[in-house]
Nanobody, 120 residues
């Protein structure tokens, strides 16, 4: 059974950091485009970052310079390092894996989500 499992969410103060992890099982991540999406309270799911299958990355403007995506193919894991977190980063964060060259909303696999809350 192919699946993604996220972890690393939690409560953090503004300006703090968190690192999210996304572990894949049942398939090899290195041939997929891996994305992080988030869904803030009362809002639609939005793309945060895409690590495309060609090795390029694309960041949402509001997180560029604060968030960094990385891959460890040996562990079949993708990480999202989030620094200088802001209250508006509060959301459920989802990992996705897409066979195409982009991170689409119709990605092939999705994790269950992990809650990130930024509050003092």
């Amino acid at each position: 059974q192919s699946q993604l499992v996220e972890s690393g969410g939690g409560l953090v103060q503004p300006g703090g950091s968190l690192r999210l992890s996304c572990v894949a099982s049942g398939f090899e991540m290195d041939s997929f485009s891996i994305g992080w999406f988030r869904q803030p309270p009362g809002k639609e799911r939005e793309g945060v970052v895409c690590f495309m299958s060609n090795g390029n990355t694309f960041y949402k403007d509001s997180v560029r310079g604060r968030f960094t995506i990385s891959r460890d193919n040996a562990k079949n894991t993708v990480y999202l390092q989030m620094n200088n977190l802001k209250p508006e980063d509060t959301a459920v964060y989802y990992c996705s894996a897409d066979r195409s060259a982009w991170c689409r909303r119709e990605s092939d696999y999705w994790g269950q989500g992990t809650q990130v809350t930024v509050s003092s």
